[in-house]
Every structure is written in structure tokens, then in C-alpha cells.
């Protein structure tokens, strides 16, 4: 007999990423299963939730592995909890399949219980539904209140600083279709940063009584930076030989582009005091991440980008904000 809706949510995700751990039984008051999860927020905490959408074929190639789905798909909207300095609660998941398929149900769902594990997050309700592939995931976590990191408190006299590397999953694209057995070693390393980017919740977390504001970095360090600059109504000085670039991407030889404008690396982009230095290198030592110092905030509008030869550079794609 057919699987039906209520089999599948069943079999796939209440025994699978919606199985409330120890770990989450003091927040999660009703999961899966009634009209509407029910969730204890911490005393004195605030509910802050973010929700992203994946289509086939715009935000992952057609025939994605579905292991590699859904960990790449919780990793992106749990970036936003990273990003805001969330503590991660709990996910729901809008699904839309265009045929009942065991086996994909079964790896995507297998993989998308070790991604809520490993990032702190139960499924506590969803969607399923008949179409397209694509899929909707919100994310729920919390902070103390007042203390979410935001994009609009840059202050002038702020240093900016990047998380890890970036340019890595931009220049992957350039080797999805590619037959395993003919990749190099850097190009290994390329695509892992693009199927499974590291939500950096740990950071964020850390961030809430350091940074002045934050962003995840999915649509390039540019745009993104630009943002965060944007509505702090301030300037941005980037200095490019600074920029946390991969010896794997170095190799590449479009390194700057693909670090300024690829997106898809969810490192984050932060601004800092000049006063918290030390702060910062006490940090990034203490999480074993690199925390990279790339440019300041400074009086005025939009980014403005200089080459190692203190030249001033612009980010491709006509970029228009200086
Ligand atoms: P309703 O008709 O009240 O919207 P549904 O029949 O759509 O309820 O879903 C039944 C229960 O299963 C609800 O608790 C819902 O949140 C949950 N659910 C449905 N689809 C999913 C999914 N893909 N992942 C997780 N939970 C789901
Ligand atoms: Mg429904």
C-alpha cells in the first residue's frame, strides 16, 4: 500500500529528527503531531525565528543527493540563528515532494536527524505536500532580551571581521557536474564547503556581548558587508590583501572575485569596537576558528575595497555603492 501524508510525516519525521532528546524536553511543551507546536521560551529571553526556502534547480542542482539536502538546507537557516547570536530551539519544515519516494525519504530524513543533532535544533512541526521539490524551513532559537546581535549597530571607528574563509563555495560551482573520480584534492575540499557549511553558532553565540552588529555571509562579503553598512548608516574600508582566503581557493586563481562576490559560505561577518581586539584573537583562539580582521567603519555611505597596492577596487558585478 501507498505511503500516505500522515505515514510519512510518521515514519520520516516524527521518529526521525522530530524525536525530542533530553536535551529538549524543557522546551519543546508539544511537537509533531497537534495543530501547533508548543514551545517554552527561557525566562526572560527572546523568540527569534528566521525561515528560507530551497527550490530544485535555483538553490540546489537537480538529482542533489538528498543527504546532502537537508544537512545543506538546515545549515543555511541555522547560519541566521549563528548570525543573530541565537541560542538554536527548534525548526519546522514546509516539504513539497513531487512523488512519494522511500529511499530519498528515508536518507533525507536520516540526515536531516544528524544535522538537528549536531546543530541543537528539533523538528517540532512541518508541511508535506505535492509538486516541484522544494522546501521551506523556519528556525527558532533565542537570546536574552535586548541581546540579539542585529545588522544596525556598526559604529564608526569599528573593525570588521570574517569568520574562517570565504570565496570557497562560490568557486565549487564551477565543479558540481564534475565525475567524483576526476576531482583534485583542492576541488574536494571546494565542493565539501559547499554541501555542508558550518552554521557558526558557537561564534555568534560568543558575539552577543562583543559585536556591534552581524550578518551571515550568503550572497558574498560584499553585498552582505553592504548591508550591515547600509543600516548602520556608516562606511566600510576593506582591505583585500587581508582577506581569509583558502590555499585551496589561492589555487584557483580567481580568488579576490570569488571572496568579495561568491556567496554561500555562511561565515560571518561581524563589527567589533577597536577596543576589543584582544577580545577577538582571545576568542578565535579559544574556538579554533579564524577570526580575521579586513577593514573598519568609518564615517559616510556605502564600501569601498583597496588592492594590496592600495588601490581601489571594485567588486564585480558593477557593484554600485561607492
Ligand atoms: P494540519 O492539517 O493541522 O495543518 P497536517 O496534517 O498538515 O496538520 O500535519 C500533521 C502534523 O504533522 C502537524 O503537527 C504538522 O506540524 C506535522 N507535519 C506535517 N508535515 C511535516 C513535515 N514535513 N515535517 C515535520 N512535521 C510535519
Ligand atoms: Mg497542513
Known amino acids: ?15 526521525g529528527a522530530g524525536k525530542v532528546s533530553d536535551a529538549h524536553a524543557k522546551t519543546v511543551r508539544c511537537g509533531i503531531g497537534d495543530d501547533c507546536a508548543v514551545l517554552a521560551i527561557p525566562a526572560g529571553e527572546e523568540l527569534l525565528l528566521s525561515v528560507d526556502t530551497l527550490v530544485e534547480s535555483v538553490h540546489f542542482p537537480k538529482a542533489y543527493s538528498p543527504a546532502l539536502l537537508a544537512r545543506r538546507a538546515l545549515a ?69 532580551a535586548g541581546q540579539a546581535l542585529l545588522r544596525s549597530g556598526a559604529q564608526i571607528g569599528d573593525l570588521i571581521y570574517v569568520s574562517g574563509s570565504v570565496g570557497d563555495a562560490h568557486a565549487a560551482l564551477a565543479c ?15 565542493l565539501a564547503r559547499y554541501h555542508a557549511p558550518t552554521p557558526r553558532l558557537a561564534l555568534g553565540f560568543k558575539l552577543r556581548n562583543l559585536a556591534t552588529a552581524a550578518i551571515d555571509i550568503s550572497d558574498g562579503l560584499a553585498a552582505d558587508l553592504t548591508h550591515i553598512v547600509n543600516v548602520s548608516g556608516v562606511a566600510a574600508v576593506l582591505n583585500l590583501q587581508n582577506l581569509p582566503i583558502s590555499p585551496a581557493l589561492q589555487r584557483t586563481g580567481d580568488a579576490i572575485d570569488s571572496a568579495l562576490s561568491g556567496g554561500d559560505d555562511y561565515e560571518l561577518c561581524f563589527t567589533v569596537p577597536a577596543s576589543r581586539r584582544a577580545d577577538i584573537a582571545v576568542l578565535s583562539e579559544s574556538l579554533n576558528l579564524a577570526l580575521t580582521e579586513v577593514g573598519y567603519i568609518e564615517a559616510g555611505s ?11 577596487y571594485s567588486p564585480r558585478g558593477g557593484y554600485q555603492h561607492f
Do not use: H, K
Not at 514546509?94 to 530519498?104: C, F, G, I, Q, S
Not at 558540481?176 to 571546494?190: C, F, K, W
Not at 556605502?302 to 581601489?312: K, T, V
Open 302 to 312: 556605502g564600501l569601498r575595497c583597496y588592492d594590496a597596492q592600495q588601490n581601489l
Open 76 to 144: 543555511v537557516c541555522v547560519s541566521d540563528l549563528a548570525a543573530s547570536g541565537a541560542s538554536p530551539l527548534a525548526f519546522t519544515l514546509a516539504l513539497t515532494l513531487p512523488v512519494v519516494d522511500e529511499n530519498w525519504l528515508c536518507e533525507f530524513s536520516a540526515a536531516l536527524a544528524q544535522a538537528a543533532s549536531e546543530f541543537g535544533v528539533v523538528l517540532v512541526g512541518g508541511d508535506t505536500t505535492r509538486g516541484p521539490l522544494c522546501m521551506s524551513l523556519q528556525v527558532m532559537g533565542s537570546a536574552p
Open 176 to 190: 558540481l557536474g564534475q565525475a567524483p573520480q576526476n576531482l583534485n584534492d583542492d576541488q574536494r575540499y571546494l
Open 1 to 15: 500500500m501507498p505511503a500516505t501524508e500522515f505515514d510519512i510525516i510518521q515514519r520520516y519525521f516524527r521518529e
